[in-house]
Structure formats: C-alpha cells, structure tokens
C-alpha cells in the first residue's frame, strides 16, 4: 500500500514528524525554497505585468526530483511548510513542480506535538493563494529595488554593495540616531541627597531633594548646588507627610518574535540570529527520552498574542496546583496584538506547561534551556494573576527644601513569584537593594549625616542594540517576523553597521551609503512609505489589494526617480585622513577582493596603494618598539599583533587575539586585556594563566580625557 507522503521544510522538523505519525507516512525536507527568482538577472519580466521568472535552484534539483518519484507513489500529498506568508509560497512552488496532483492537500500547524500534526491531518485546506500573493508581490519589490539601487551604489561607492526596502531603512534608523548623537550637546544639572537618621540609629537612608522655595529642583552649576547645600546644613530636618498607596502591576503578554528576540538579548546577549536558531531548534523538536521527540514551543514568527483555549485551560490547571488558585485572574488573560498582526498564529509559548524546564533541562544544551526557561515563563506569567504592591512615599521638609524617598513592598507577588521583566538598560544580575527606611511617622525629627551634591551631564540618545532596533522596526511597521533577523545580519555582513559591544554604530561607509539613498531615493529609506508598503502586502494577503496592481502603483515612480539617479549621483569618496608619500594628496578608503586598502586620490595621475592599518594606540607589549595593530584572518576574524611582525625572526612575534592595553594587573602587573561576555558586558582580564583578575573598564576623566585606574571587580 503506498504511503501518504508529507512534506515539511527542516530535516530536523521531518525527523520528528515521521516518529509521531509512524509507518503509514512517509515524511521529507525541501530545506526550505526549492524555486526562486534567478541568480543572475532580475527575473522579473516588468513589461508583462512584473510576472516572476521562477527557476529551480541548482542545489536543489536532486532534492526536487527525490519529491516528484515520492510523490507519484504517494496516496496523499500533505504539503506542510511553515504556517506563515514563506511557508505558503513553498508549499505552491511545490505543488507546481509536483504536477496536477489532485491528493495533493495543504496542512499547518502551530505547534509540532502529537495532537496538532494529526489534527492537521485531519483538517487540511487548499493553498492559499492571496497568502502567496503577498510572498510574490515581497519577493518581486525587493528583487527590483535590489538588482536596480545596487549597480548604482557599485558604480558610484564600491563593488559588493547592496540597497534593500527594509535593510536601507535599518540602516537609516541607525545613520539618524548616529547623527542625533553627534549633534547632541549635553547640559549640566545637579541632584543632592541627604543621608539620614532617626533617632539613635545607625543605619542611614538617603533622600533625594526634589524641590527648592516650592518650585522643582533645577540646579546648573556648582555655584547653585553650593548654596543650597550650605543652607541645608543649617535646617532642621523633620518628616512632613507620609503616604501609602496600593499599585498593581500586570503581567506582560506572551512573546512574539520581536519581544522574544528583545528580551534575549537584555538577559543573555544573545543576538537576534542566535535567539531565532535556538528557537528554531526548540521548535522542530528535541528528543525527550520515553516520549520521543516532542516540539517544546510553539511557531516562533509571530506577531500575534492571541493563546488557544486549550493551552490557558492547561497553564490555568497548573498554576492551580503549583500556587494555588489566587494566584489565578479573575477571567483568563487576552492580549490585544498590534495592527495588522497575522491573528492565525499564537504568541510563542511552550507547548506544554507540564513540561517545565527542570523537567527537560537534561535533554537541552545550556543555551537551549536558558530561552526554553525564559519562554516557559514568561507565558506561565502572562496568565497569573497581578502584583500588588505597598509603595509608601515618604517627604522630609528641610528649611526651604523638600526631600522624597520611597519604599515599595510586596503586598502579593502574583506573576512576580515567577517572572519579572527587564527594561532596556538592565540585565539578569540582581542590582544591589538599597538600605531599608526606618519606621517612620509625620513630625519625626531626622538627623543629616551628610548631604551629597553630584554634577550630571545630560545623555544623548542611546545607540541602537540589535534589541532596541527591532524595537523600532515593530513599532514603526517596517518588515515583519520573519525579516528582523536577516535584516540585521545583512547590514552588518555589509559593512554598513558593526558592533561595539551589544551598541550598533554606522561606518563611514554606511554613513555615505545612507546620504546617498536619502538624496536620491527618498522613498525608498522613509519609514512612513516603507511601513505603508507593508500595509499594502498586509492588503493582498486579505485579498482587498491585486498584487500586480501593487508593484505597477510603485515602479512607474521609482523607474523616473532611477533614471534622475543615475545622472546625478556623485562618486563618493571615503577620507582616511591620510596621505600619500608619494605626491601628498590623501589617501581614500577602498574596497577590492582581499578587504579594505588605501588608495591616493589623484589616481590615475598617482598610483600610489598602501595597506589600510588600524592602530589602536599603544606600543607593542613585547617589543616596545612597533604599535599595536588590529588585523584580521582569512576568514575574517579580528586579532591584534606588532606592526613588526613577521614570519622569520627579524621581526616581532606579538599577537592576540584580544585587544591588548596598557594597563598592568593589579594582583601580579601582567598585562591585561579586552574580554567581552556573552551578556555584552565589557571588562579585562589579566593574560596571565594563574592569575585572571578580572577588572572594570577604566574610566575616563571628564576634564581631561586621560584613562584613570582601573577598578577592581570581583571574578
């Protein structure tokens, strides 16, 4: 009897789907897209209606006829690709290439367990083809926007680059922030706290002055904080009023991808590439010993919050026999997705709250388990019931001063018993807790111990993290679940952004290619447009836009706004603010098969090329002679060495793979260098083996710039 045949995409996911249904079916992996645009050329044939020229991949031909001989002997073919806009375009490539197969029978699914594969069995649908519509009409914009920007930028910045609808706008997003930082001028403001005591204790607590004569604290310079200080000293310090106030606090909403992604990198300094990998492993399936091979968590390209009836039945039945049943709402939570959201999916949640993370922590690798946890939990939590707590605020008049401090308590902890959310700024290391208030009531006279003046300076805006950067692409509407990973991976495989740290910063050349882009395809790098283009895909999807219609509507403009491009782009050049030996002219920045290099202006008057070095801006530890240099491998990877160095003995031998500094261990005066941590966190170490002190960064001193001492951090 032949069997029925069902087609996924990941090996992996093929794996565990051919264990849960067993003998009767026969289970394979297209490994993703089998038919595309082409390579080479546009593929697009815009004067018959923008129609795509699909080929198939030239790796997968052998892939593709492996399914056809399946699927002639095949009683059923289920097409079961990824429940999302991707998925459905694979399972119409495929079912195209397959032939006029009438069991042919599109299934999908959220969640790769037991019961969701067979009851997509039982229920499968027809392709739907306003879903893939929507792929085509993606597909098709970001082939004419790439094959028609790119030869551009070859031609007027440098060979290898690339312009997209999302990526530009990405980059855009990071250019403007860098610009904002730059133009920022920073303001002087100061705060003053009192240390103080009641009665005969001991143990202070601090208070922030927030008024001054009635009106707010607003104190920008030393010669004010002064004189508000001296006239402290002299006051009587006495609580003046002292209120209680009940506050509760809601759990957050199940993650989405983007939440998901941001969250992972505050706590674990995961980036956006590594959280999707490992969910995506989470979700295929893990092999759970006696069970077999079970997917932990639902779909993890989501952008919709909404939760099955069935999963807050089961999540409910255990809060109630973990916490007991207060620790349950009223009514089970519903959260409200953003506009536009896909509400066929799920938020992503485990697809088990049986299975808790003690429970299959022997069958993950660490960092498979830190994102199962942190999944697992934040959907426990979204279903708990809310924090109350005590916030009791506390003011302290002082002559013509008001001082506050405040102390929260937890009445109840609800969802916190379990999960607590961290802001931008924060990571997974507990801060430290400040002194507890002393009992207090209104008319208590208060002792000053000290009062503490501190000079601030206003920040500029934050750079972008890859957290932070989805962020915004959410909340602006620019891309999608699927596109926040590639899209930041692309800009910095590019060379328009690179890390410092978890920050995001633009390199000279990003920065030219975004004025570029700004100056000549104004469109294309705007947020509203790009945000209302994804609206418009959002359109074809529900069947209310024709797609053909769509790409028409925005090539008529953009082929006008090319052809004036193309006349009026200037060559740009990159300044390395170096010359040349030869004529003295200076250098530019190059790029050519083998990285970046320097090349004299003048060229082809002066021929002159020199290798592109970056010092760092110290002497070589060993010989003291060479500066110090960052180099990379032939696959890329960065390490340091003597400019000195070379492969015979008549140079220096210094190299590193992490950035050498000048500062001397202060247990036993080796060298210390730059580690980073998987959380982001940046600090030294010390090179010597038996000894690996770890320190702070050394701070700059703000009048002069010079590097202070190092501070000593516990290991």
Request: hydrophobic share 35%.
């Amino acid at each position: 009897m032949a069997k029925n045949l069902v087609i996924v995409e990941s090996p992996a996911k093929a794996k565990t789907i051919a264990k849960i249904l067993g003998k009767d079916f026969q289970v394979k992996a297209s490994a993703g897209h089998v038919r595309d645009l082409p390579k080479k050329g546009i593929g697009v044939n815009i004067k018959k209606n923008f129609e795509p020229q699909y080929e198939v991949l030239a790796e997968k031909a052998e892939v593709v006829k492996d399914l056809q001989e399946a699927a002639l002997k095949a009683q059923t073919v289920f097409l079961a690709p990824d429940p999302d806009r991707e998925g459905e375009a694979i399972a119409w490539h495929l079912a195209t290439l397959l032939g006029d197969h009438t069991t042919m029978k599109r299934i999908e699914f959220n969640e790769i367990t037991k019961d969701a594969i067979q009851r997509a069995i039982k229920h499968p649908r027809t392709i739907d083809i306003n879903r893939v519509n929507a792929q085509q009409a993606r597909r098709v914009l970001d082939r004419l926007v790439g094959y028609k920007i790119s030869p551009l930028l070859w031609q007027k910045v440098r060979r290898g680059l690339s312009a997209g609808r999302v990526q530009s706008v990405a980059v855009r997003l990071i250019c403007d922030r860098e610009k904002e930082i730059q133009a920022f001028k920073p303001q002087e403001y100061w705060s003053i706290t009192a240390d103080l005591l009641k009665g005969s204790g001991k143990t202070p607590f601090s208070a922030e002055l927030v008024k001054w004569k009635g009106k707010k604290l607003d104190i920008d310079n030393q010669k004010s904080a002064d004189a508000v200080v001296a006239a402290l000293k002299t006051a009587e310090y006495q609580v003046a009023k002292i209120t209680t106030k009940e506050q509760k606090r809601q759990p957050g909403a199940p993650f989405i991808t983007s939440t998901l992604q941001q969250e992972a990198s505050r706590r674990f300094g995961y980036t956006v590439k590594r959280t999707m990998a490992l969910a995506q492993q989470l979700y295929e399936g893990i092999e759970l010993g006696e069970e077999g091979p079970v997917g932990l968590i639902t779909y993890m390209r989501t952008d919709a919050t909404r939760i099955a009836k069935e999963a807050q039945e089961e999540s409910a039945a255990f809060i109630t026999e973990k916490w007991g049943k207060n620790y349950l709402p009223e009514s089970p939570r519903q959260y409200k997705s953003r506009k536009g959201a896909q509400e066929a999916h799920e938020a992503i949640r485990p697809t088990s709250a049986a299975r808790t993370p003690d429970s299959v922590k022997k069958a993950l690798t660490p960092d498979q388990f830190k994102l199962y946890r942190l999944i697992w939990e934040r959907f426990m939590a979204s279903q708990m019931a809310n924090a109350i707590l005590s916030v009791l605020t506390v003011e302290i008049g002082a002559g013509d001063g008001l001082f506050r401090v405040s102390d929260t308590k937890v009445v109840f902890a609800g969802y916190q018993v379990l999960y607590t959310e961290l802001s931008e700024n924060e990571n997974d290391e507990e801060a430290p807790k400040p002194p507890k208030l002393p009992d207090l009531t209104e008319g208590d006279a208060l002792k000053l111990k000290e009062l503490n003046p501190k000079q601030h300076f206003t920040q500029p805006p934050p750079r972008f993290t890859e957290a932070s950067l989805v962020k915004a692409l959410e909340e602006q509407g620019i891309g999608r679940p699927s596109t926040y990973a590639p899209t930041i991976s692309t800009i910095q495989q590019r060379g328009y952004v690179t890390k410092e740290g978890r920050a995001l910063q633009p390199t000279e050349l990003g920065l030219q290619v975004n004025d570029q882009l700004v100056l000549h395809f104004p469109n294309i790098v705007d947020v509203g447009f790009t945000a209302n283009m994804e609206n418009k895909l959002d359109e074809v999807e529900s069947g209310s836009e024709e797609w053909h219609d769509l790409i028409g509507n925005f090539y008529k403009p953009f082929a006008e706004t090319l052809k004036t491009a193309a006349k009026e782009m200037k060559p740009v050049e990159i300044p390395s603010g170096q010359f040349c030996e030869l004529c003295g002219s200076e250098y530019l920045i190059k790029s050519g098969r083998f990285g970046e290099f320097l090349a004299c202006s003048k060229y082809p008057e002066c021929k002159s090329t020199k290798p592109l070095i970056k010092r760092i801006g110290m002497k070589c530890p060993t010989c003291k002679e060479g500066d110090v240099i960052e180099k990379k491998t032939r696959m890329g990877k960065t390490f340091y060495g003597c400019d000195r160095w070379s492969k015979d003995d008549t140079g220096c031998s210094f190299t590193s793979w992490d950035q050498p500094t000048e500062t001397k261990c202060p247990k036993c005066t080796t060298m210390m260098v730059i580690k980073r941590s998987k959380a982001g966190r940046t600090f030294m170490l010390c090179t010597n083996a038996e000894c690996k002190h770890i320190a702070n960064m050394p701070k700059k001193k703000a009048d002069a710039g010079e590097q202070g001492e190092a501070e000593t951090a516990e290991a």
